[in-house]
T-cell receptor, first 113, second 115 residues
């Protein structure tokens, strides 16, 4: 059974810092991994999608990497801003899961001005 | 439409009441998923449709939960005789033809509170 873990559960940093959010998964037979952002009381906004054949994806100040063999992904945020404050969720879609996403519990990020 | 829409955005129900939650997926998306998100947790899978066929309902927590997508577009999640533990945000997502391989796009969710 696929399990997804995110560390840390919460993170507080001063504005301008670079930071890394971690995601690990137990079953490496995945189609892809998605990183989402969730603002309080809102739905999920997709940030980056990494297919299983890819090693990383970049969008603006965000860079996500994938090491399928070790079951790990990282989301790197450069030059953090207060507007980056949100909960970040990773989710995997696996060959043994019928297409559904299995989510981690999220990392709550606070960027202080 | 431009994105996934859900209605109502907020629903307050008395314990024992029936509720119906609606999801309008992105036009042309054949795959539709329902997830349940408890406070402070990641979303958990409820059920999956490919067109009008419900291919996986393994995540539905009890037989009080029922979902349908009769014409392969709009979907409704119905909860009968609501209980306090049903309080959560219900999220709908849609994706292109190859479910699992393609990116899933989420709606804003319906926040259900059962008193």
């Amino acid at each position: 059974k696929q399990e997804v873990t995110q560390i840390p559960a919460a993170l507080s940093v001063p504005e301008g810092e670079n930071l890394v959010l971690n995601c690990s998964f137990t079953d490496s037979a995945i189609y892809n991994l998605q990183w989402f952002r969730q603002d309080p009381g809102k739905g999920l906004t997709s940030l980056l999608l990494i297919q299983s054949s890819q090693r990383e994806q970049t969008s603006g100040r965000l860079n996500a990497s994938l090491d399928k063999s070790s079951g790990r992904s990282t989301l790197y945020i450069a030059a953090s801003q207060p507007g980056d404050s949100a909960t970040y969720l990773c989710a995997v879609s696996g060959r043994n899961q019928g297409g559904k996403l299995i989510f981690g519990q999220g990392t709550e990020l606070s960027v202080k001005p | 439409g431009a994105g996934v829409s859900q209605s109502p955005r907020y629903k307050v129900a008395k314990r024992g009441q029936d509720v119906a939650l609606r999801c309008d997926p992105i036009s042309g998306h054949v795959s539709l998923f329902w997830y349940q998100q408890a406070l402070g947790q990641g979303p958990e899978f409820l059920t999956y449709f490919q067109n009008e066929a419900q291919l996986d309902k393994s995540g539905l927590p009890s037989d009080r939960f029922f979902a349908e997508r009769p014409e392969g577009s709009v979907s409704t999640l119905k909860i009968q005789r609501t209980q306090q533990e049903d309080s959560a945000v219900y999220l709908c997502a849609s994706s292109g033809r190859l479910a699992g391989y393609n990116e899933q796009f989420f709606g804003p969710g319906t926040r259900l509170t059962v008193l």
